[in-house]
T-cell receptor, first 111, second 113 residues
Framework: GEDVEQSLFLSVREGDSSVINCTYTDSSSTYLYWYKQEPGAGLQLLTYIFSNMDMKQDQRLTVLLNKKDKHLSLRIADTQTGDSAIYFCAEIPSGTYKYIFGTGTRLKVLA | SQTIHQWPATLVQPVGSPLSLECTVEGTSNPNLYWYRQAAGRGLQLLFYSIGIDQISSEVPQNLSASRPQDRQFILSSKKLLLSDSGFYLC????????????FGQGTRLTVV
């Protein structure tokens, strides 16, 4: 199957950490991605992780991958109001060019 | 540098009218091209993707069709719109190899009334 699931909403206070979770079903995906969508706009790549890695850190962002459980998470440290957006995880099943996106998690940061 | 243009940004169309959304990519050749639809609470649904001129794959049965008349032009069409076609449509491209970043247009908000 090609289902990528995320919780729909997350609300955090400014300065706290945010953790956005994603589960996927296709274990053949070589890369897994996190995209951010600002209101009324397209998506922009935030970060990605290669499937043979467990963790990747990029400034305030930390990606954790549990390949056994097909679980991906994005942690945003010191969350700011500018981080309010919809976050999508995505995968490309091996042998295809299709980006399969999750349902998206709407992050709301409270001042 | 590469850019992607998608238009119009917003569109209000009556039920039963035709649709044509256009997407063009500049600064690259032989891109993979994609049309997605985003409906509230349903995430991004892949509608069509194309790996070359006249090579288009349809992912879900629907009232829409896609065409790629030129290498860097991707068009989403309908002969007769339904209310259920309302949504936010996103065009995207990626380089002609696996596991690369997808670049998105700014989207078209389509409201069918």
């Amino acid at each position: 199957g090609e289902d990528v699931e995320q919780s729909l909403f997350l609300s955090v206070r400014e300065g706290d950490s945010s953790v956005i979770n994603c589960t996927y079903t296709d274990s053949s995906s070589t890369y897994l991605y996190w995209y951010k969508q600002e209101p009324g706009a397209g998506l922009q790549l935030l970060t990605y992780i290669f499937s043979n890695m467990d963790m990747k850190q990029d400034q305030r962002l930390t990606v954790l991958l549990n390949k056994k459980d097909k679980h991906l998470s994005l942690r945003i440290a010191d969350t700011q109001t500018g981080d309010s957006a919809i976050y999508f995880c995505a995968e490309i099943p091996s042998g295809t060019y299709k980006y399969i996106f999750g349902t998206g998690t709407r992050l709301k940061v409270l001042a | 540098s590469q850019t992607i243009h998608q238009w119009p940004a917003t569109l209000v169309q009556p039920v039963g009218s035709p649709l044509s959304l256009e997407c063009t990519v500049e600064g690259t050749s032989n891109p993979n091209l994609y049309w997605y639809r985003q409906a509230a609470g349903r995430g991004l649904q892949l509608l069509f993707y194309s790996i070359g001129i006249d090579q288009i794959s349809s992912e879900v049965p629907q009232n829409l069709s896609a065409s790629r008349p030129q290498d860097r032009q991707f068009i989403l069409s309908s002969k007769k719109l339904l209310l259920s076609d309302s949504g936010f449509y996103l065009c995207a491209w990626s380089r002609d190899r696996a596991n690369t970043e997808a670049f998105f247009g700014q989207g078209t908000r389509l409201t069918v009334v």
